[in-house]
């Protein structure tokens, strides 16, 4: 599977999804307990109600302890005081951008606890992670600046101010260097509810017959073979395509962390790839969180709420209610 590093959206990498639509001819994670982290940096960190419920749900090791009774490391890997800090942080970040994007209450304590996060991990940092927090640290100063201000339950004005952020390679590395080490050497594990942890693996794209939506549309598409196929993870989002008929027709397979979240980003995402949605679209008998899209010279389905959520999109001159009718016969199908 192709992977694009779980980073920051300092750097750009929530805009950065390029939906599989208009692929045509190119191809495009030991035994622990639930532990409340914030409590392990309470003395160098102000925390408020909202950076402990937000890092509560970190998975740490059995064996953490306050950072003041251990050395920064140990042999076995448990969670001590750079980890705590560390795993506080990643925490805190993954549960911030979620807030931001899903307008959560108390998401401008989250923003403004990060920097302060980000020195509490520094103040226990090994010699390998701490340059990475420089970098971090630099980034979540810029990150509150150009929140400053903005009404953080308002997504199209989050979306704006976070763009005004320069894009920083440094940013993303760094931000991916850090969750890899807290995976890896702290024993960091993802919470359920992080919309940005790596989605499950999506089911191959083949469940999708191409000979029902075909059919369903009224679109004839040569089906012999899939012309070029796509795995494609992102920051909470995957999926598996299948393109058929030199990309006359396309079936993806999707997985995602929050419903929510994928509903209220996809359709900026499309956007910001040079799409447009589809509006005052009759969905006759599809959900109605489904979207319609005109992207890279395809209209495509966007099944959100199904047993295999799933995208079928054709090329050419095609009307929404055509590719409707193959959704419509597709989600039919899995249910049958």
Do not use: H, W
Not at 249 to 270: A, G, Q, R
Request: proline share 6%; hydrophobic share 45%; net charge negative.
């Amino acid at each position: 599977m192709t992977r694009t590093p779980r980073t920051s959206l300092l750097v750009g990498t929530f805009a950065a999804v390029a939906m599989f639509a208009g692929c045509g001819d190119d191809e495009p994670a030991g035994s622990s307990t639930t532990a409340t982290t914030a409590s392990t940096v309470a003395t160098t960190v102000p925390t408020t109600a909202a950076v402990t419920t937000a890092v509560a749900t970190t998975e740490l090791p059995a064996s953490t302890v306050p950072a003041s009774t251990v050395p920064a490391t140990t042999t076995d890997g448990s969670a001590s005081g750079e980890c705590a800090a560390l795993n506080a942080l990643v925490a805190a970040e993954a549960a911030m951008f979620g807030s931001l994007f899903l307008g959560s209450p108390a998401v401008d304590e989250l923003v403004a606890a990060m920097p302060s996060l980000a020195a509490a991990a520094q103040a226990t940092a090994s010699a390998e992670i701490s340059g990475d927090l420089d970098t971090m640290s630099e980034a979540y100063g810029e990150l509150v600046a150009a929140l400053d201000g903005v009404d953080l339950s308002d997504f199209e004005a989050v979306e704006a101010a976070l763009d005004t952020i320069p894009s920083s390679a440094a940013a993303g590395e760094a931000s991916e260097n850090l969750m890899v080490y807290a995976t890896d050497s702290c024993g960091y594990t993802p919470s359920d509810d992080d919309p940005f942890a790596d989605a499950p693996e999506p089911s191959d794209c083949e469940v999708l017959d191409p000979a029902v939506a075909s059919r369903a549309a009224a679109i004839d598409v040569d089906i012999s073979k899939v012309d070029v196929g796509a795995d494609v993870s992102l920051p909470g989002f995957a999926i598996k395509g299948c393109a058929y008929g030199n990309g006359d027709m396309v079936l993806s397979t999707m997985t995602f962390n929050s419903l929510e979240f994928v509903i209220d980003s996809y359709p900026s995402n499309v956007e910001n790839n040079g799409g447009t949605m589809i509006a005052d679209v009759d969905l006759a008998t599809l959900p109605e969180s489904t979207l319609v899209t005109d992207q890279v010279g395809q209209i495509s389905v966007v099944v959100f709420e199904a047993d295999i959520p799933f995208i079928v999109g054709f090329g050419g001159d095609v009307e929404p209610s055509e590719v409707v009718a193959a959704a419509e016969a597709l989600l039919a199908d899995q249910m049958s």
